[in-house]
């Protein structure tokens, strides 16, 4: 290469680097408006949260409306009310905010918000990849364990997968919350149980108990692992597959506490995973019966509107 053709190649590179910093002041200055916005779009919705929970409360102290006309324009304003009430959640997904308890003594204070429908989208894809992927792996060292090895070793590999599988879980599904998702009530709590039912597994010491427990324990490991990625495609269908998911739980928490009573039963594992296991039962049956209400109720509106 010649000095000219060197020198060339240089002033080239000299122009892309100061275009980049100008790109880069700009994007500077861009963002410091962005976070302005941010701020004033925060406090504003504060602002009207807080008035709104005022008025609610007026109205309520309020005379009962002596027309019809008054009657109709307070449920006007009751519905209007509730409806920003939702626009409000969906205006504060694509705005910062505090972690909750749990983001901040896992994650401390680093914000997990996520600003775009695309980066939103692209992370609950992710979710379930990871989901999905977590699955298979523990489907196949729960086979393993059940027909081809005998080991507590690999056992507690399989119940140290299990317990790192549902915190995380529960890590990220607090981040999908951060980020608007509306996933909430038991379906979160049970992955909090699950993973401090696979933690007691995981401590539990190989024992004549253990041994007693072992083969169900994988069994419905398996069951669970193989069911649970197509549980919901097809609800009606699939009912009596779930419901005997769920029972599955609650005879291993009677084997668990009948287990309790056996002459070599010392370790307080037992009583802990029966425990555990009857927590389980309780929240996914009782919420899968009422899943199962209000979907019906809501196909009895849908039917007696078109009627």
Request: aromatic fraction near 16%; include cysteine.
């Amino acid at each position: 290469m010649s000095f000219q053709e060197y020198w060339e190649e240089w002033e080239g590179l000299d122009k892309d680097y100061q275009l980049l910093q100008e790109t880069h002041k700009l994007y500077k200055q861009q963002l410091e408006e962005v976070i302005k916005l941010q701020n004033s779009c925060l406090s504003s919705i504060e602002r009207q949260k807080k008035k709104y929970k005022e008025l609610s409360k007026n109205l309520e102290r309020c005379q009962l409306p002596e027309t019809e006309e008054q009657l109709r324009d307070t449920g006007f304003i009751q519905e209007l009310m509730k409806e920003r009430q939702n626009i409000f959640f969906e205006m504060e997904a694509f705005l910062p905010k505090k972690n909750g308890l749990y983001l901040s003594l896992v994650l401390g204070n680093v914000n997990v918000t996520l600003l775009s429908k695309q980066a939103k989208f692209a992370y609950k894809d992710e979710y379930e990849k990871f989901k999905l992927y977590l699955t298979i792996i523990l489907l196949v060292i729960s086979f393993t364990c059940r027909f081809l090895l005998n080991s507590r070793v690999v056992d507690s590999v399989f119940n140290f997968l299990l317990v790192w599988y549902y915190c995380t879980l529960t890590i990220r599904e607090s981040i999908l919350i951060n980020n608007g998702s509306r996933i909430k009530g038991w379906w979160v709590m049970h992955h909090y149980v699950s993973a401090f039912l696979s933690g007691v597994m995981l401590t539990w010491p190989d024992s004549k108990v253990y041994q007693i427990f072992r083969n169900q324990f994988l069994s419905f490991s398996m069951y669970q692992k193989g069911f649970q990625s197509w549980m919901w495609r097809g609800l009606t269908f699939l009912l009596p597959f779930l419901f005997f998911g769920h029972f599955w739980q609650l005879y291993n928490a009677i084997t668990l506490f009948k287990l309790t009573n056996h002459p070599d039963c010392k370790e307080w594992q037992v009583s802990t995973c029966g425990l555990a296991f009857l927590v389980l039962f309780l929240g996914n049956f009782l919420t899968t019966v009422r899943v199962i209400y209000q979907k019906q109720k809501q196909r009895e509106e849908k039917v007696n509107k078109q009627l």
